[in-house]
Nanobody, 126 residues
Framework: QVQLVESGGGLVQAGGSLRLPCAAFGRPFSILIMGWFRQAPGKARRFVATINRSGSNTRYADSVKGRFTVSRDNAKNTAYLQMNSLNAEDTAVYFC???????????????????WGQGTQVTVSS
């Protein structure tokens, strides 16, 4: 089993930044692909970003490209989502997710991920 714990959420003004850490417990971290998803009120959970096991490959949703950066520190068993130039449309609960699947064209799909954190609220005020 893998336990994921997100933190770093909060209230930020439009144009501001936040960094969300996600700590992983229970499995060697380096075997996990790490992903980020978000869910706004009344909407489905949507893909935000993902990073492969070594950190050499990333993928982003079009809505966050150029503003968000996903990274990982395998020595600290932690993944990060750096969010810059935030706007009201980024308001959501952000979830960290992990999977042992193969990195491929479906890696941005929610069903590819087996392990999920509890989520952290990000609210952007305009």
């Amino acid at each position: 089993q893998v336990q994921l714990v997100e933190s770093g959420g909060g209230l930020v003004q439009a144009g501001g930044s936040l960094r969300l850490p996600c700590a992983a417990f229970g499995r060697p971290f380096s075997i996990l692909i790490m992903g980020w998803f978000r869910q706004a009120p009344g909407k489905a959970r949507r893909f935000v970003a993902t990073i492969n096991r070594s950190g050499s490959n990333t993928r982003y949703a079009d809505s966050v490209k150029g503003r968000f950066t996903v990274s990982r520190d395998n020595a600290k068993n932690t993944a990060y989502l750096q969010m810059n130039s935030l706007n009201a449309e980024d308001t959501a609960v952000y979830f960290c997710a992990a999977t042992r699947t193969v990195w491929g064209s479906n890696i941005g799909t929610r069903d590819e991920y087996s392990y999920w954190g509890q989520g952290t609220q990000v609210t952007v005020s305009s």
